[in-house]
């Protein structure tokens, strides 16, 4: 029975909501640091320096109460609608901004994780993996990202 309960949770819920809830199952296991606005713009730039890429700007907006933060990729910046923000709010919007696709499918959660494989930590990678496939979210195998 509860099998078959999840599996009609997982038809009837969207690959998007499963991507928030999957993050903020990691966010609540592994929570990722708290950064200022100024913080976050010199950490993207440190990012932006090592992935070869021109340096995003972070700036704050007001927004839909629907979303923290929106990426708009063709003018390479990122609104966030709080003065302080999580690393993983950011390099999810990063992941937005690098990605071809501008969804939340595999393109996108192959890249996020290895974002957060190489500017936050291994552990936190293996933890985001194991929430999106826990999500039924399906995404290329961890051993591979992290040889990347
Ligand atoms: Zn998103």
């Known amino acids: 029975m509860g099998n078959f309960k999840s599996a009609q949770v997982d038809v009837t819920t969207s690959e998007t909501q499963r991507t928030y809830t999957a993050e903020d199952a990691f966010e609540l296991e592994l929570p990722t640091r708290v950064l200022s606005l100024t913080e976050a713009n010199n950490w993207l730039a440190m990012i932006a320096e090592t992935e070869g890429i ?12 629907n ?3 929106l990426a708009l990729p063709s003018d390479w910046c990122i609104a966030v609608r709080k003065s302080k923000m999580t ?4 390099l999810h919007e990063m992941a937005h901004l690098l990605c071809v696709n501008k969804n939340h499918g595999p393109e996108f959660r192959n890249e996020l994780v290895r974002l957060v494989r190489h500017h936050i930590s291994f552990p936190h990678a293996a ?22």
């Open 87 to 90: 690393q993983l709010l950011l």
């Open 67 to 69: 979303y923290d933060a």
């Open 127 to 148: 933890a985001l993996h194991k929430a999106y496939t826990d999500n039924n979210l399906t995404l290329i195998s961890f051993s591979i990202i992290s040889k990347n």
């Open 54 to 65: 021109d340096s995003p700007l972070v700036f704050k907006s007001t927004m839909s109460k």
